[in-house]
C-alpha cells in the first residue's frame, strides 16, 4: 500500500518552456501532497503544499508564479515549472500523506534538465 | 541553525558489523520522528517511525532523546543492501516534515 506515482521521471527541455510533473497517489487518498526539490548532495527542500481543491502554500523563497500547483482531486497534483531556466534542473520529488497521519510517501522523482 | 543535523558520514563498515548514528533536532516542539533511507538518485522510502520509548525493526533499532533533542539509529547485522543514505526526519509541525541532509552508509563485503 501507499504507492505514489510521479510522471515523467526525467525530463529535458529548452530554457524558457514549461514543464507539468504529475503526482499520483494509487491506492489510497492523499489529503495533502508536498513537493520538494532536491540538489546533488543535499536535503530534500520543501517548496509547498497542496491540499484538494484549494489553493498551494509556498514556502518562502519559493515563486507561487513560477511553480504552479494544482490539486484537483484526493489523487492527483501536478507541478508545473513555468519559464523554465537552467538553474530550475533537479531532482522534483512529491508526497502524500493521509489524514490523521504523519508519514509522507514519495513518488519516485522526476529528474529535470533544463538546457 | 539547521532544523535537523546529521553528521554526514560516510560510514564504511564490512558486513556483519554493528553501525549507529545519530541526528540532533532543534524544535523541542516536534512530535513525530522517522527514519527514511534514500539510495543513490531515487526517492526516499520509510524505514521507521520513531517513538518514544524506542522501537526496533528487525535488525534496525531507534532511540529518541527529547531531553536531549536527539533520535538515533543503529543496524545490526549489516548487509551489502544496507548502503544507502538514511535521513533524519523530524515532524515540527501539524504536517511539515523537516530533513536532515542525511548520513551516508556503506557496507563493503
Known amino acids: 500500500g501507499a504507492v505514489v506515482s510521479q510522471h515523467p521521471s526525467w525530463v529535458i527541455c529548452k530554457s524558457g518552456t514549461s514543464v507539468k510533473i504529475e503526482c499520483r497517489s494509487l491506492?489510497?487518498?492523499?489529503?495533502?501532497m508536498f513537493w520538494y526539490r532536491q540538489f546533488p548532495k543535499q536535503s530534500l527542500m520543501l517548496m509547498a503544499t497542496?491540499?484538494?481543491?484549494?489553493?498551494?502554500?509556498?514556502e518562502q523563497g519559493v515563486e507561487k508564479d513560477k511553480f504552479l500547483i494544482n490539486h484537483a482531486s484526493l489523487t492527483l497534483s501536478t507541478l508545473t515549472v513555468t519559464s523554465a531556466h537552467p538553474e530550475d534542473s533537479s531532482f522534483y520529488i512529491c508526497s502524500a500523506r493521509v489524514r490523521g497521519y504523519y508519514e509522507q510517501y514519495f513518488g519516485p522523482g522526476t529528474r529535470l534538465t533544463v538546457t | 541553525r539547521k532544523e535537523v543535523e546529521q553528521d554526514p558520514g560516510p560510514f564504511n563498515v564490512p558486513e556483519g558489523a554493528t553501525v549507529a548514528f545519530n541526528c540532533t533536532y532543534s524544535n523541542s516542539a516536534s512530535q513525530s520522528f522517522f527514519w527514511y533511507r534514500q539510495d543513490c538518485r531515487k526517492e526516499p522510502k520509510l524505514l521507521m517511525s520513531?517513538?518514544?520509548s524506542g522501537n526496533e525493526d528487525g535488525r534496525f533499532t531507534a532511540q529518541l532523546n527529547r531531553a536531549s533533542q536527539y533520535i538515533s539509529l543503529l543496524i545490526r547485522d549489516s548487509k551489502l543492501s544496507d548502503s544507502a543514505t538514511y535521513l533524519c526526519?523530524?515532524?515540527?509541525?501539524?504536517?511539515?516534515?523537516?530533513f536532515g541532509a542525511g548520513t551516508t552508509v556503506t557496507v563493503r563485503a
Open positions: 526526519v523530524v515532524n515540527p509541525n501539524d504536517y511539515k516534515l523537516s
Open positions: 497542496s491540499n484538494e481543491g484549494s489553493k498551494a502554500t509556498y
Open positions: 520513531v517513538y518514544s
Open positions: 491506492d489510497f487518498q492523499a489529503t495533502t
